[in-house]
């Protein structure tokens, strides 16, 4: 009898553990997406005495922000089909809620009259899942100054390239921001990048790890000037790895070991 619930008590405590495993294993690998998975280039770090490399994370995106320049050093996302449906773009511009107490949250009315839009990093169509995930993109701290000719054309093609890519079944890795000042919007304070740079990591399909990057993985890199008439086409602007960290000072994959960093850091995408 004693040796029979003894049995049934361990019996039942074996299923609950199995199947409560199971069930966290499938709830953690739906929710937990590494958007730095490849590395933190400048090594933010969310101190808020950090005040020029704050480190931001979102379900949506990673930033690293400045507050002295007002707009993200950096922001880095992963793409592939799951953040893809039909949602709306929401449209709705608005200080960023999670900056720290104190800091000047830029406003939408910041940009207006400036001659510059309100260019996203990472952009509205790639986050069309819902209407709260694409929301998330219209953040200010998602946002930088970008000209018409930049953000519309050129910058907005490989926008639509990298989608199409996805739509192939191929998992990006994308880190875009501004590089250089030109000038400052006045009534923000708010940092006018010289050029726009984004590096985007091609894995072969969905749930690759840093590991599967080789020698073989395809980077495109561009560094596009912030300026007027620049064409439509990404191609002339196509750079290596190597010349974006130069030019940032940032350490780009530095989760990919350093021979391999060495290998595609110095290719041109062709
Ligand atoms: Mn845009
Ligand atoms: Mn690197």
Same mark, same amino acid.
């Given at each position: 009898m004693k040796k029979n619930l003894t049995f049934w008590l361990g019996l039942g405590l074996a299923i609950f553990l199995l199947v409560g495993g199971f069930w966290l294993q499938s709830v953690t690998s739906q929710t937990r997406v590494d958007h730095l998975m490849l590395g933190n280039p400048s090594n %933010?770090?969310? /101190? =808020? %005495?950090? =005040? /020029?490399?704050y480190l931001m994370t979102k379900p949506e995106y990673v930033l690293s922000y400045s507050s002295s320049k007002r707009i993200p050093n950096w922001v880095s996302w992963q793409l592939n089909s799951s953040w893809l449906g039909d949602a709306d773009r929401a449209n709705n511009f608005r200080p960023d809620p999670d900056l720290p107490k104190g800091w000047f949250a830029v406003r939408q009315s910041d940009y207006t009259g400036s001659g510059y839009d309100r260019g996203?990093?990472?952009?509205? %169509? @790639?986050?069309? !899942?819902d209407p709260d995930t694409n929301s998330a993109t219209f953040l200010m701290t998602n946002i930088l100054p970008q000209t018409a000719d930049n953000n519309r054309k050129v910058w907005e093609r490989l926008e639509a390239y990298s989608r199409t890519l996805v739509k192939q079944g191929k998992e990006l890795y994308i880190i875009a921001g501004g590089a250089g000042q !030109?000038? =400052?919007?006045?009534?923000?304070k708010i940092s006018i990048p010289a050029s726009t740079w984004k590096i985007i990591v091609v894995m072969d399909k969905t749930g690759l790890s840093v590991s599967d990057i080789s020698d073989r993985t395809r980077i495109i890199a561009v560094n596009v000037p912030? *300026?007027? /008439?620049?064409? *439509? @086409?990404? !191609?002339?602007y196509l750079t290596s790895v190597d010349k974006i960290e130069k030019l940032t000072g940032y350490d780009f994959?530095?989760? =990919?070991s350093t021979e391999i960093q060495k290998a595609i850091e110095s290719k041109v995408d062709k």
């Amino acid at each position: 009898m004693k040796k029979n619930l003894t049995f049934w008590l361990g019996l039942g405590l074996a299923i609950f553990l199995l199947v409560g495993g199971f069930w966290l294993q499938s709830v953690t690998s739906q929710t937990r997406v590494d958007h730095l998975m490849l590395g933190n280039p400048s090594n %933010a770090s969310s /101190d =808020v %005495a950090n =005040v /020029d490399n704050y480190l931001m994370t979102k379900p949506e995106y990673v930033l690293s922000y400045s507050s002295s320049k007002r707009i993200p050093n950096w922001v880095s996302w992963q793409l592939n089909s799951s953040w893809l449906g039909d949602a709306d773009r929401a449209n709705n511009f608005r200080p960023d809620p999670d900056l720290p107490k104190g800091w000047f949250a830029v406003r939408q009315s910041d940009y207006t009259g400036s001659g510059y839009d309100r260019g996203h990093m990472t952009p509205s %169509a @790639d986050r069309t !899942k819902d209407p709260d995930t694409n929301s998330a993109t219209f953040l200010m701290t998602n946002i930088l100054p970008q000209t018409a000719d930049n953000n519309r054309k050129v910058w907005e093609r490989l926008e639509a390239y990298s989608r199409t890519l996805v739509k192939q079944g191929k998992e990006l890795y994308i880190i875009a921001g501004g590089a250089g000042q !030109k000038e =400052v919007i006045k009534t923000g304070k708010i940092s006018i990048p010289a050029s726009t740079w984004k590096i985007i990591v091609v894995m072969d399909k969905t749930g690759l790890s840093v590991s599967d990057i080789s020698d073989r993985t395809r980077i495109i890199a561009v560094n596009v000037p912030n *300026e007027k /008439d620049l064409g *439509e @086409d990404w !191609k002339p602007y196509l750079t290596s790895v190597d010349k974006i960290e130069k030019l940032t000072g940032y350490d780009f994959l530095s989760n =990919v070991s350093t021979e391999i960093q060495k290998a595609i850091e110095s290719k041109v995408d062709k």
